[in-house]
């Protein structure tokens, strides 16, 4: 059957994990049209990875930009109500835990049109994180849960939203490393580690609000990562929330000047995946991260009390360990870290296709 679909992007994890989805269903005997709702609205943080990740032009960009996570929201509700208005889609496809995965959602259910979930059944257990509230939400109205692993899929079952037939509900793996495999020959190709004059050195990326807007604590952060500089280059490129938070830090400056850190704006996907398997060590509050970093084969120090991606954890067979948020003692768990040896942790199935099968009905 013909089937009109839409698929939501917004913020710059979900690029990665559409891509694949994006192309199978193209390859389908289904319509489809692409929307982009401008959560991430910095060119660096979406035109450009539109660009490596081989999507096309969306059709439709709501510019919502930044905002508190009601206005966020809202604005997204206000634009793809209009949107279905002009087209009613049969299904729509949402991806991962932000605040456009929860409004497209949420509008979709109420116009009657069915609701795909990738990356269904994330639990953190804390519910002070905001995408832990979306991810419960959304999870609650989807009519298609795909997830990532096992553990995604019990926390469903816990939560009795696996509900017979009202709910399709499989483990699929992880879109996001089918667009690494598809890449990985390009970003093999990247200059980067030239550009920068690197070697041995830990990558670095904080950005949740939890690490970040609170002065006092990000400044002890910063102090941790200078510390650690001492004994191994960092290598920390900014995410633009990041760089405004630093920037009403005292001595931040002095800081990063001071010491052996490279910092760099925003980068395009392939210099950061050829940055990432090529690091000794990942430094990290970011959830994709975890998971390409077990792809790579990379150990990974997670600076959260919680994880969604418990699939990841050293425990269950991946290179990622949770170290909190104290920043205590960093430079002597990266010491500890580097020295293990990991295997990549590559998931084999076409996830992507998966998704689209499923989807369409074949």
């Given at each position: 059957m013909h089937k009109k679909i839409d698929v939501i992007v917004g913020a710059r994890p979900n690029y990665m994990k559409a891509a694949p989805v994006m192309h199978a269903l193209e390859r389908h005997d289904c319509e489809v049209r692409l929307?982009?709702?401008?959560?991430?609205?910095?060119?660096?943080?979406?035109?450009?990875?539109?660009k490596n990740l081989g999507l096309r032009k969306e059709d439709?960009?709501?510019?919502?930009?930044?905002g508190s996570h009601a206005d966020q929201t809202a604005k997204v509700m206000v634009e793809y109500e209009k949107a279905t208005n002009l087209w009613l889609?049969?299904?729509?496809?949402?991806?991962?835990?932000?605040?456009?995965?929860?409004?497209?959602?949420?509008v979709?259910?109420?116009?009657?049109?069915?609701?795909?979930?990738?990356?269904?059944?994330?639990?953190?257990?804390?519910?002070?994180?905001?995408?832990?509230?979306?991810?419960?939400?959304?999870?609650?109205?989807?009519?298609?849960?795909?997830?990532?692993?096992?553990?995604?899929?019990?926390?469903?079952t816990k939560e009795s939203i696996v509900n017979g037939d009202k709910t399709t509900v499989m483990v699929v793996g992880d879109t996001m490393i089918d667009s690494l495999k598809k890449c990985e020959s390009s970003?093999?190709?990247?200059?980067?580690?030239?550009?920068?004059?690197?070697?041995?050195?830990?990558?670095c990326t904080v950005h949740r609000p939890s690490n970040v807007d609170n002065e006092v604590k990000l400044e002890k952060l910063l102090g941790a990562i200078r510390d650690l500089s001492r004994e191994i280059e960092i290598v920390m490129p900014l995410h633009p929330r990041t760089r405004k938070m630093m920037s009403e830090v005292n001595g931040a400056s002095k800081i990063l000047s001071d010491s052996n850190i490279v910092t760099t704006g925003p980068l395009d996907y392939f210099d950061f995946m050829k940055l990432q398997k090529s690091a000794k060590?990942?430094?990290?509050?970011?959830?994709?991260?975890?998971?390409?970093?077990?792809?790579?084969?990379?150990?990974c120090l997670t600076l959260r009390e919680n994880t969604e991606r418990p699939h990841t954890l050293v425990v269950n067979g991946g290179t990622n360990s949770l170290i909190g948020s104290s920043f205590d003692n960093i430079a002597d768990q990266v010491s500890s870290a580097i020295i293990k040896d990991y295997s990549p942790v590559i998931d084999e199935m076409e996830t992507g296709e998966i998704v689209a099968d499923v989807i369409c009905g074949r």
């Open positions: 929307i982009h709702t401008g959560q991430h609205y910095d060119p660096e943080l979406s035109e450009n990875l539109f439709m960009n709501f510019r919502v930009g930044s889609p049969d299904i729509t496809v949402v991806f991962g835990d932000v605040n456009s995965t929860l409004a497209c959602a949420l979709a259910q109420k116009k009657g049109v069915k609701v795909a979930h990738v990356e269904a059944g994330c639990r953190s257990e804390d519910m002070r994180m905001p995408e832990e509230v979306n991810r419960i939400i959304v999870d609650s109205i989807s009519n298609y849960l795909f997830c990532v692993s096992e553990f995604d899929k019990a926390n469903l970003f093999d190709s990247s200059g980067i580690l030239e550009r920068l004059s690197l070697s041995e050195y830990v990558l060590c990942m430094l990290t509050d970011s959830g994709s991260v975890q998971s390409e970093s077990c792809a790579f084969g990379v150990p």
